[in-house]
């Protein structure tokens, strides 16, 4: 993305980005380049330019070939892709300014060099670390127990609230120990633009330099369908170039949880090419447009394929690992598209799609509960539930529930910046909360950090399992007595967050720490049949001076816990991930 012309603009963009971050990084005790990558990467996921859970983790060493520095990570499941953010040392919170060709190449170079030299760091730095536990599971990416395992690709990227010079290039991508390495630039002139698109995203467009060939079959007043024919080489190197970004979110979820190759696919795609039209249900997609002239289709723009996620990415899978570029270009796929015309129906028409398109195969019901009523109901209670009047605050505010990727953001799409403050008083960003991370509070609510601990696909899962049983069995809980309790749950969540990370002991695995503190609280209470006060914590909005006490020493030995010598698994991050990591600790009087 080029740099835009509008300084103005970009200035008045980078005051309010400079004062967003400095204000919630005093409400969260967080250093502001923690709360920038915090911010900057919340609005890449909504944009589907990073997927999978983004996690601050710095790391700065100088050995003899050069430093090498990250500053957070982020693993795609899907599609088994581990990014490297790395940032320049200091924000500057006075002016604009820009990166030059040379500080960027040294950046990416730093952060490249974990990757390649992930053996020497794990070798040489103290093994109770999180970052030394990741350069482990990059040195072993097959160990079924390893965070990344079948890490396929390498994205390392630049984020940064500066500019990006224009004499700046991406390096030419390149493969190192074996797996693809690829370079990335997200500069404030990115972040600017995705503040401007209503959608919180860039449009996404495809060209065909050929075109695919199809019929229009249907106009409606919600959205027109076409029929089509596309190759399998077109498609598997589409999904080569830009994955499970092209796979709608609850389908991609599918993928995560039970793998994205399915060996029939590639029987028939290496005996029987030409069969594969005939014997394939092929994809259902959607997009917000297409370009359609003479029976062929030019380009897609934001193209997601709603079912059909197994067979394409076992085609990119026929065309990476089987090298069968030759009979894939005998391979044809029928693909039905709809483009969505009704931009206020947009998310349930899509979601509708998926749903039915999908009920003929192995997608169950969990897999397509992003869009569950139970959503829509915390969403609701969220937008007019208010919090209690506290002692020191001059007026009551909302918490907000996310319930689709960027709702808090096209909030203010078209509001003044005096509109804007006000909006943020109401509903404070450190007040915001996700799907996935309602997940993550959920499943520590439900007493199962060692799910917490998974993160992902697994833990949303876990908590869609959750959601669809209950509304089923007992839809009235989800009421405001329960919203309220969710909420006094992310304040004690938030609450040991800052306990620890100011804790003289802390050195890592705080997500981790809290998750099993949390839970351990929970069961012992349930185990002496008493109950926390959640009213009282949503009456304050802050936990007691006396549970405050409690977490200072309850998180400490929560730690040791999970270091414990005689532990199951070595590496600590995976430990935690274990039931039986859980088990032993409840057995445990603390």
Not at 94 to 105: G, P, T
Not at 136 to 147: D, Q, R
Not at 364 to 372: F, I, Y
Not at 509 to 528: C, P, Q, R, T, V
Request: aromatic fraction near 12%; hydrophobic fraction near 35%.
């Amino acid at each position: 993305m080029e740099n835009t012309n509008n300084d103005g603009s970009i200035k008045q963009y980078h005051q309010s980005l400079i004062d967003d971050i400095e204000n919630d990084s005093k409400i969260n005790d967080n250093s502001l380049k923690e709360e920038f990558f915090r911010y900057a990467t919340e609005r890449l996921q909504s944009a589907n330019e990073i997927i999978g859970e983004a996690n601050y983790l710095y790391y700065e060493q100088e050995f003899p070939f050069g430093e090498v520095r990250i500053d957070g990570v982020a693993f795609d499941e899907a599609d088994a892709v581990l990014t490297l953010f790395v940032m320049p040392k200091e924000l500057n919170l006075i002016e604009v300014e820009s990166i030059s060709e040379e500080s960027a190449k040294n950046l990416w170079l730093a952060a490249e060099r974990f990757f390649e030299f992930a053996q020497m760091i794990y070798a040489e730095e103290e093994q109770s670390n999180e970052a030394v536990e990741l350069a482990e599971n990059i040195m072993n990416p097959e160990k079924n127990t390893s965070t990344l395992h079948g890490l396929q690709h390498i994205r390392v990227v630049i984020l940064t609230e500066k500019m990006r010079d224009s004499e700046v290039r991406l390096p030419e991508n390149k493969t190192i120990r074996g797996l693809k390495v690829t370079y990335h630039f997200y500069d404030l002139s990115y972040l600017y633009r995705l503040s401007q698109e209503k959608s919180g995203r860039n449009d996404f467009v495809i060209p065909f330099n050929d075109g695919i060939m199809g019929l229009e079959a249907f106009n409606g007043e919600d959205y027109t369908s076409y029929l089509c024919s596309i190759n399998g080489l077109t498609l598997a190197k589409l999904y080569d170039e830009h994955g499970s970004r092209l796979i709608e979110d609850n389908i991609r979820s599918f993928l995560q949880t039970r793998g994205k190759v399915n060996k029939g696919i590639r029987e028939t795609i290496k005996n029987q090419p030409e069969h594969f039209f005939a014997f394939n249900n092929g994809l259902t997609a959607t997009c917000s447009s297409l370009d359609f002239a003479e029976g062929r289709i030019q380009s897609i723009t934001n193209l997601q394929i709603v079912n059909g996620g197994q067979t394409t990415a076992s085609l990119a899978s026929s065309y990476l690992k089987d090298k069968a570029e030759d009979q894939l270009r005998d391979v044809f796929v029928t693909m039905k598209i709809s483009v969505v015309k009704n931009k206020q129906k947009e998310e349930d028409i899509v979601s509708d799609i998926a749903r039915y398109a999908n009920s003929q195969n192995k997608v169950s019901e969990v897999d397509l509960a992003s869009n569950h009523p139970f959503h829509k109901r915390m969403e609701k209670f969220s937008r007019e539930i208010k919090t209690p009047e506290v002692v020191g605050e001059t007026y009551p505010t909302f918490w907000f529930y996310e319930r689709s990727a960027g709702q808090y953001e096209q909030e203010m799409f078209k509001m003044t910046v005096d509109q804007k403050t006000a909006w943020k008083k109401l509903y404070p960003n450190n007040q915001r909360f996700k799907k996935a991370e309602f997940a993550k509070y959920h499943n520590i609510f439900q007493k199962r950090p060692d799910i917490a601990s998974k993160g992902g696909a697994t833990a949303f899962t876990a908590f869609t399992k959750w959601i669809v049983e209950t509304w089923k069995q007992e839809e009235r809980i989800i009421d405001e007595t329960y919203y309220k309790e969710q909420i006094a749950n992310i304040i004690l969540f938030q609450s040991i967050d800052k306990i620890v990370k100011n804790a003289p002991w802390y050195n890592s695995y705080k997500a981790n720490i809290i998750a099993y503190s949390l839970s351990y609280l929970y069961d012992w209470l349930e185990k002496k049949e008493w109950k926390l006060d959640f009213e009282k914590i949503w009456d304050d909005q802050k936990i007691s001076p006396e549970l405050v006490s409690v977490f200072e020493q309850l998180s400490h030995d929560v730690l040791l816990h999970l270091e414990a010598e005689d532990r199951d698994v070595k590496n600590v991050t995976e430990w935690a991930k274990k039931a039986a990591c859980w088990d032993l600790l409840k057995k445990k009087n603390l």
